[in-house]
């Protein structure tokens, strides 16, 4: 019985040192032979300091956060402005983590905004230079002697299908709970609107915009619910989380 054989091919673009995945091979073998031997270890011991350094940040940012920062089960955060204005004169990097956390905590973003466009934006509005900016779907204004930052309405997903059984989110910053099987919808009717704002409130001027972004529960049978607004600690976040109502939307604090 004759054998099956395989031919053996080989791929001659692997030597070819106009694709990058070529080049690449080759100068982490000199790396590891030559310049750094420990080059694993080395790493190693790097992946360890930035964890350290970034746990550091973020309990510097945690205890500047308790004292300046107000958040908003519709969403939105206040800044101290006096406080956050003092900390950009004494370090920029530092000032730039911190909102850029609370940008992405509000705008839904994976990522929090680049930080040199952050840093000359907020660089402008403590030089009064200017009064608001839009950054990676937030919106930053100064009012009241506060920064606050509330979510910008576009890129807002809508039509998510919500189930009863499961814990459901919405734009990457809400956690929601149901007790209809249904759709989250966003709609303009003043009519029903889920937050009402009076005139002297920091975020009146942006009524408008933040209800929008709040979205209504559509039942299967066509009924629409208001969500019971409250906020809820990441951390804090489980599978055993018990509804408050109908429908929840609650504003997750990263």
Known sequence: MDKNLIPYVTDE??????????????????????????????????????KRLSDYFNKCYNNWSISN???????????????TSSLFEKNQEFCA???????????????????????IK?????????????ISNA??????NRLNVIRENRNIDENIIISKANINFFDDRFLVLS???????????????????????LFSKYSKLINYSLPKLKTLEGR????YLYIIEKKDITNHIKKKSDYDLIFIRD
């Open 69 to 83: 920062v107000n958040f908003y089960s519709h969403g939105s955060i206040s800044i101290n402005y006096h406080e």
């Open 224 to 227: 629409i619910i208001k969500p």
């Open 179 to 201: 007790k209809y099987d249904g759709k989250l919808i966003l709609c303009e009717n003043k009519k029903i609107d889920i937050v009402n704002f009076l005139n002297c409130n």
């Open 139 to 144: 919106i930053i204004f100064k009012k009241m």
């Open 97 to 119: 983590y911190f909102i850029g956390k609370l940008i992405k905590n509000v705008s839904g973003n994976i990522y929090s905004p680049r930080k040199i466009k952050l840093i």
């Open 13 to 50: 673009s692997n030597k070819d040192f106009r694709f990058e995945r070529v080049k690449a091979r080759k100068k982490l073998k000199l790396i590891k032979q030559n310049k750094f031997k420990n080059l694993d270890e080395n790493l190693l011991k790097l992946s360890k300091i930035s």
């Open 122 to 134: 907020l660089n402008q509005i403590f030089k009064n230079k200017i009064q608001k900016f839009t």
